[in-house]
């Protein structure tokens, strides 16, 4: 078990299992981004472990990053935090699976898509809402792209809309859905075959599909987070996307 405070750890059999437990909407604040880069970098290191699994306790996924971290200020170490986190995700040699119950909102949607693979429940809900609040989601700008392609990508981090589970399965995000009833059942029925093979071959099978570096993900990161902190923070319509939020109110953009 681990020594974390919002983030339980477990191994078995090959199954490094990874829980976000901090219910009900699992924010991805500073320290409870911190304590999952440190579970992925501890996952890196295991030789033994053949299969990375998230999950998360409570009705909610993982309802995004802290809004207020978001603000002048703080966004910076916010960004820089948020994606050390995926970046220590991405180093983790061998196959990752998230599994999304509930929601998975803003950063929560991104989380998950930063696994290999992503299974849902029938109730699992994805967005990426950032846009309502004159924000940007980096991650899925990465990612999504290749994920969904680009149209689909295009609505879901530029409508804000949500998908729902079999829309996620349809668009490429998710891999599987599963029912509520028999969800545990067919979790432990997809990983099964996995926990079978060499943990060796399969980081040089995970290896072998990455091609040279990364697959051009560091890169597309570095992007997009210029992005988010050169031109996107510096705007009037971040400022009043968040006082819309903090006032409960819809925003009125300036376009500036």
Known sequence: MSEYEFVRTEASDGLLEITM???PLNILNAPMMAELTGAFEAAERDRDARVLLLRAEGKVFSAGADIDEHRPGKAKAMIEAFHGM???LHRVPYPTVAYVHGAALGGGCELAMGFDMVLAGERAKFG???IGL????PV??????AISGWSRAMDLCCSGR????REALANGLALRVFSGEDAEESLKAFLAPFLKRSPLILRLVKKAMRGEGDGG???RLDAAERVFLEELMVTKDVLEGLSAFDEKRDPDWKNE
């Open 128 to 130: 990426q809402p950032e």
């Open 162 to 165: 949500p998908w729902t589970a």
């Open 134 to 137: 004159g924000f940007l989601p």
């Open 217 to 219: 993900f560091s890169s």
């Open 140 to 145: 899925a700008a990465a990612l999504l792209p």
């Open 86 to 88: 995926f970046r220590a």
């Open 21 to 23: 437990a901090r219910p």
